[in-house]
């Protein structure tokens, strides 16, 4: 029998006229079969079968495997690793490229060959179920990921069966889901997209934009965080950015909702999202971006730099709307990590064409860059255009893959710097866990000192095109640089009640960036200070890519904020105040320095009450703002200073007050003229480093002693 997805049924088995399809039974003549050839065994589904799930593609693959996964578990089948070991397997195919198109199709051979049972799933079968290779398997569309238990059932059954039309809701995301990793929840905001780029396929398959309704997107992100325990989760579509347009939103009104539900020490990544649709949005998704609880990473597609070829392509957007969007996100996104793709030999590229596409590469030295050529998708406007020769073809694939590995982002004088990384995987050697930090940066953590889904403190001890490769910083060893002045006490109160004049001062990139380079983390509290250093941490320039393109300034606008944060530490108004998981509150402060060796000053305010001593500027974090936010905050508000960061000095714990302060490293912009100086009882000063670890309070010499010894 052949089983073909045509209309539907509806729960009574009634036909349905406007509906989702019904299934219709087409049965052939069958053969006379020789009693001794009858098979009665019972069938009963699940029980002993095993099931083989292949991915090709986008992460939006990915999810649809592990929710067709989950559901055949959940109905008793056993999904294996080995494919020998399996009664049916089920290809999720991807149409994007030939090669892998190709792929599912030898491997769809081969299963059948050995006996196997093959269902055809993903963006082939539902783009070009009429092609040959398919008539001799089962196939599930796009939309029909949720009936995959019934596909299975039946092909096991030796019947052949089709489910391909989308006039039908999507699968719901509350499927059961089986994760290919157990920490990493990948979910899909919405299928289809609102483009009509000449040479893809997916379009085909996926159709017009769907997006999901914020508040099931909202619910699914934080039942995976909190009820099944995912450390990450991956926002996939084919494309992220045009997400809501169909249903009245836009991206930043989902991503704002979704970063309230992230716990502390777990992360979001945004996916693949085209330029037109973040064009509107470049200041949201930035800030987006700069939250502590979000990678500072970005999947932006150029796919080609001439704007010839862009509008052959019809992408709808020019060079220029590129470079705005990877330029402003470099300027307000601190170490951005930027992704890109490049298709080469397009039909209509010329050598010119590709030398501009060669020279974009130059000028940003994207970190990630998939180079793909060119290969015609039938039925897209661009199969019926002439190819470029494949000699040539080649010859422009291997100059940019020449040019990308001629470049790193992990240059040697990284080796030394100090992160704090997620562990969510585990790497092909088997012996380095598979970790990110804040901007993404991939870096390599040996297995046996590391926990899955932990943060951890790590050291730079090597570096790859690739990756860093790190050593894990135990409490001695994180603590050990402190030694030297353990009488200090533990400590950092940071009470700040007074605002003050300021006078324009402009420190140098460079004379900073020499004390910047030799500053160390410094851990002081214990195992408990580092892992909440962790759970908040920030990504910050490294002193090789310092410049004021980089610089992320917090501001007052007017006097009436200092004024009211006067008035609240006077007992009214009182703002609500961040602790973390253990009861800590969560503190920040911003260390300034100017000037080189003996020369060194270090920016301190006076402690006003607090006997007279001099503290380094900061205070408490403040309700939806991250330790850095509040760093540049409290700068202000304390000394009337603009300023941008460099890196993170490190944690600081007082276990009698329950504080912990993240100090962060900074170079002064601009120190304001028009502060009223004492108007609150507070002074500024620049005072050499050496002499101000003896002036300030005991709690605040373990900071100028971290870069003292450094």
């Known amino acids: 029998m052949d089983i073909e997805d045509v209309i539907g049924l509806d729960d009574g088995g009634a036909r349905r006229t406007k509906g989702v399809a019904e299934i219709k039974i087409r049965t052939r003549k069958i053969k006379d079969i020789a009693p001794e050839e009858v098979n009665v065994e019972s069938f009963v589904p699940g029980t002993q079968q095993k099931v083989w799930v292949r991915t090709w593609g986008c992460s939006h693959n990915t999810s649809d495997s592990e929710y067709m996964s989950g559901l055949l578990q959940k109905a008793g089948y056993n999904i294996v690793k080995n494919e020998q070991e399996a009664d049916v397997w089920v290809l999720n195919s991807c149409t994007v490229k030939t090669p892998s198109e190709q792929q599912a199709n030898n491997l769809l051979t081969q299963g059948q060959n050995d006996g196997k049972k093959i269902i055809m799933a993903g963006c082939v079968s539902q783009a070009a179920p009429n092609e040959p290779w398919l008539q001799d398997c089962s196939i599930v569309g796009v939309k029909q990921i949720d009936r995959i238990v019934e596909v ?7 019947n052949k069966v089709r489910l391909l039309t989308r006039n039908r809701p999507d699968a719901p995301l509350a499927l059961p889901k089986m994760r290919k990793n157990q920490l990493i929840e990948v979910l899909s905001i919405s299928t289809g997209c609102l483009n009509n780029c000449t040479y893809c396929k997916t379009k085909m398959a996926r159709g017009d934009l769907v997006s999901y309704p914020l508040n099931e997107l909202v619910e699914q992100a934080r039942r995976s965080f909190v009820d099944e325990g995912v450390k990450e989760v991956w926002l996939t579509s084919e494309d992220l950015g045009a997400w809501g347009r169909d249903i009245g939103h836009t991206l930043p ?31 949201e998704i930035a800030e987006i971006l700069n939250h502590p609880r979000v990678y500072s990473f970005l999947h932006i597609p150029v ?29 307000n996104v601190p170490n951005i990590y930027i992704a890109t793709d490049m298709i080469l030999a397009f039909p209509t590229e010329n050598v010119e064409d590709f030398e501009e596409s060669m020279d974009l590469v130059r000028k940003y030295q994207f970190p990630s860059l998939f180079i793909n050529q060119y290969y015609p998708r039938s039925g897209t406007p661009a199969a019926r255009l002439k190819k470029i020769d494949t000699i040539e073809a080649r010859r422009r694939t291997g100059l940019m893959s020449e040019l990308f590995r001629d470049y790193t982002r992990y240059p040697e004088n990284r080796i030394g710097e100090i992160h704090d990384v997620l562990v969510t995987e585990i790497a092909a050697d088997k012996v380095h866990g598979v970790g990110h930090n804040k901007c993404y940066e991939q870096i390599l953590v040996p297995l046996s000192s590391c926990e899955m889904g932990k943060w951890v403190r790590v050291k730079i001890t090597s570096v790859t095109k690739f990756s860093m490769i790190s050593e894990i910083l135990t409490d001695s060893s994180t603590s050990s640089s402190s030694s030297s002045f353990s009488f200090v006490l533990p400590v950092l109160v940071l009470l700040f009640t007074i605002f003050l004049l300021v006078k324009i001062a402009k420190t140098t990139s460079s004379t900073v960036s ?3 380079s030799s500053t160390t983390s410094q851990v002081v509290g214990g195992s408990s200070a580092a892992t909440a250093a962790a759970t908040s941490s920030t990504c910050l320039p490294t002193t090789s890519t310092v410049s004021h393109q980089n610089e992320r300034v917090i501001e007052a606008t007017n006097g009436r904020r200092e004024i009211s944060r006067w008035k609240s530490r006077e007992g009214a108004n009182v703002k609500p105040r961040e602790r973390d998981n253990e009861g800590y509150r969560k503190r920040a402060a911003a260390l300034c320095i100017k000037g080189v060796g003996d020369d060194t000053h270090v920016l301190l305010v006076s402690a006003g009450k607090d006997g007279g001593k001099w503290v380094v500027p900061g205070g408490g974090v403040e309700k939806n703002e991250c330790a850095e936010e509040a760093a540049h905050r409290e700068l202000m508000e304390e000394a009337g200073v603009r300023a941008h960061t460099l890196r993170n000095i490190g944690l600081f714990q007082d276990d009698v007050r329950k504080h912990r302060t993240q100090v962060f490293l900074m170079e002064v912009l601009e120190e304001k003229a028009t502060w009223e100086e004492n108007e609150f009882g507070r002074q500024r000063i620049w005072m050499p480093i050496g002499e101000g670890t003896e002036k300030v309070k005991n709690s605040h010499r373990a900071i100028l002693e971290a870069v003292l010894s450094s």
């Open 152 to 158: 299975v059932e039946e092909t096991l059954k030796g």
């Open 253 to 283: 009104d989902l991503l704002n909702e979704l970063v309230k539900v992230i716990p502390d020490g777990c992360m979001m990544r945004l996916g693949m999202t085209n330029p037109p649709y973040i064009l509107d949005h470049l200041e």
């Open 303 to 331: 796919q080609s730099a001439s704007d010839a070829v862009l509008n052959d392509m019809k992408r709808e957007y020019s060079r220029r709307h590129f470079e705005q969007i990877v330029d402003y996100m470099i300027e």
């Open 514 to 516: 020499t004390i910047a």
